[in-house]
């Protein structure tokens, strides 16, 4: 019978006033027999903005599918659900008390003001792994279909990983629209593999959609040989290109009002068909009946219902993606 060791260990713990602890824990897995040095390690890491829950669920999956089938595990599973613990108690996408992003100070600096050392800390910590699996949702305003985006700098290492992650989309972003300053490109810089989740909507859980990425971490265990058992079928990813906005157009509010979505996220739509309405509750008029461009899959929703001009409502990705880049 195989044996499990499962230890829970610090990442950063930091003192703070009224003798409160600033505390990053990960959940570490792994086999009772073999050296720790010689096994390959996969990181599960979320929780980077508190209002994004998503991946929550999926920690929990993993933990949990891991000891059922503990006989299959050939390596170290280290799963990190909350990078930003202070932000997922107190439901901020940021730092509490400091307004500030933290997917925005990586790599950080040992040198640094306590948020620049947590992030290097988070950097030493993660480098070095076989691959990392940053999950986000997305915000309050908008819901995405399960999906990884990748920086077209590391888009020859990342495409093949992220085909076996079992996501609908792989979404591929010029690098002059790729921020610096995020783990995922800090990492990816410093030769540690690491794959961008976006899925569903913030302050909310979606299962179905935690489902089908615990499935695709389990497929990208087994393609690095972390797990022995039957890799579970995985979906063929579309690949899109952002740049020059060749694989995806984007609809923005022309005027402000109340948004009244007219198709779901994953709806394929023909051009100049209904997707939405901008109304006025006021005067009882619709103020923009908001169109197709394309035909497409709508792959991002708006659901936040009010919007300002220029806000936006949604991506279609362009019908001729599924006819040349579908694999």
């Known amino acids: 019978m195989s044996e499990l060791i499962e230890t829970l260990e610090d990442v950063v713990r930091i003192p703070l006033p009224v003798g409160e602890e600033y505390t990053i824990r ?8 073999g050296k720790t040095k010689d096994k390959k390690r996969i ?10 829950l998503e991946g929550q669920y999926v920690c929990f999956e993993i933990a949990r599918l891991l000891r059922e089938g503990a006989e299959n595990l050939s390596g170290i599973v280290d799963i990190y659900p909350a990078l930003n613990p202070f932000g ?7 730092i509490p008390a400091f307004d500030l992003d933290m997917n925005r100070i990586f790599p950080g600096s040992r040198d ?8 290097a800390k988070i950097v030493e910590e993660l480098q070095g792994a076989d691959l990392v699996i ?7 305003f908008l819901t995405e279909i399960p999906q990884i985006r990748i920086n077209e700098l590391h888009a020859k290492e990342l495409v093949p990983l992220a085909k076996k992650a079992n996501m609908d989309l792989i979404w591929v972003h010029g690098a002059n629209t790729v921020l610096e300053s995020t783990l995922a490109y800090a990492l990816n810089s410093k030769g540690t593999n690491t794959l961008v989740v976006e899925m569903g909507v913030g302050m909310r859980i979606t299962p179905e959609y935690g489902h089908q990425l615990t499935n695709g971490i389990f497929s990208l265990m087994s393609e690095l040989g972390i797990w022995t058992g ?10 899109a290109f952002d740049a020059d906005e060749e694989d995806v157009c984007y609809l923005n509010a022309p005027c402000s009002g109340i948004y009244m979505k007219e198709k779901v996220h994953g709806s394929f739509v023909e051009k100049d068909e209904l997707v939405g309405r901008i109304i006025n ?3 009882g008029e619709t103020m923009a009946n908001i169109k197709a461009p394309e035909n497409g899959m709508i792959f991002t929703v708006r659901e936040y219902p009010v919007v300002e001009e220029g806000s936006l409502m949604g991506r279609i990705l362009r019908e001729k993606v599924y006819m040349e880049k579908q694999l």
């Open 26 to 33: 990960k959940h570490r897995i792994e086999l009772l027999e």
């Open 43 to 52: 990181c599960i890491v979320t929780g980077i903005h508190g209002d994004e």
């Open 88 to 94: 997922i108690d107190s439901i901020t996408r940021g």
């Open 112 to 119: 640094g003001d306590m948020n620049e050392f947590i992030a």
């Open 134 to 140: 940053d999950i986000h949702a997305s915000n309050i």
């Open 230 to 239: 039957n890799p579970p079928m995985v979906k063929d990813s579309i690949v």
């Open 281 to 283: 509750p006021l005067s």
